[in-house]
């Protein structure tokens, strides 16, 4: 298994991940395997293919040759990820979309990451209760106003974090190295990958989910509340260059 505590030698950039959301629905295998490019196939956990929302916040994002910049190395941002197998037997991440509220990152990320990034209006409230913390994300992107969400999540911030164990439910979520992205054509597959400190994490309550974010993808499931939820404060972020496959 690859060590995430091991620094690469090939370094395209840094970034954070910080304040993040995990949100999972359970989804017939067949329902998203159709979607998918040739020579991804879908992974299971529990007889089950998972498609998650994630929001969250990136902070001090950069190339390894410059500084994090103001107004630009900091945004919000939500992805629709599923969890797949290439050919050549690595497993990781595929994403359906990504929306980001820097018009900017949307940019770069589509010609250099190829990856499907929307400009949206996003926005993320905390707010403080007793002995409960919560978040409400907010988006809506700005060439379709149809596609939004309103995600509101409670969670306890002094219970303990906990690391994912192998052969959970959260590891197969949550402990994900690799992104595969497609060429231009969809035919030609390309992968790159993140090295970070396993998640710390601690389970929350989701009290309002309304989204059209998995109808836009394509996917089609019970759109009410996800059968699994997480909150995560955030890790730190070192990212390799793409590779082709």
């Known amino acids: 298994m690859h060590d995430q505590r091991t620094l690469p030698k090939n370094i395209a950039g840094y970034q954070s991940w910080s304040d993040l959301t995990f949100l999972h629905w359970r989804i017939e295998p067949e329902s998203i395997q159709k979607l998918l490019p040739p020579g991804l196939t879908v992974e299971t956990f529990d007889h089950s293919a998972w498609v998650g929302i994630v929001p969250f916040s990136m902070e001090k994002v950069r190339p390894w040759w410059a500084p994090a910049v103001p107004g630009i190395s900091w945004f919000l941002e ?39 990034y929307f400009y949206s209006r996003l926005k993320r409230l905390s707010d403080t209760t007793g002995k409960d913390e919560s ?7 700005a060439d379709r106003q149809s596609t939004s969400y309103k995600i509101r999540i409670e969670f306890k911030p002094t219970e303990e974090l906990q690391e994912a164990q192998d052969g959970t439910l959260e590891h197969f979520l949550l402990e994900r190295y690799l992104l595969f992205a497609a060429g231009k054509t969809g035919s030609e597959i390309y992968s790159g990958r993140v090295h970070h400190v396993p998640y710390q994490f601690r389970k929350c309550t989701v009290h309002e989910c309304s989204q059209q974010l998995l109808t836009a993808s394509g996917i089609t499931c019970d759109n009410g509340l996800p059968v699994h939820a997480a909150h995560s404060p955030g890790v730190e972020v070192v990212v390799s260059p793409l590779q082709k496959l």
Do not use: Q
């Not at 197998?85 to 990451?113: E, I, K, P, Q, Y």
């Not at 978040?135 to 992107?141: E, K, L, P, Q, V």
């Open 135 to 141: 978040r409400t994300y907010t988006g809506s992107r």
């Open 78 to 116: 939500t992805n629709v990820r599923t969890y797949v197998r290439h050919t050549n037997g690595d497993t990781g991440v595929w994403f359906f979309s990504l929306d980001a509220n820097s018009r900017l990152a949307v940019r770069v990320a589509r010609t250099f990451w190829r990856l499907p």
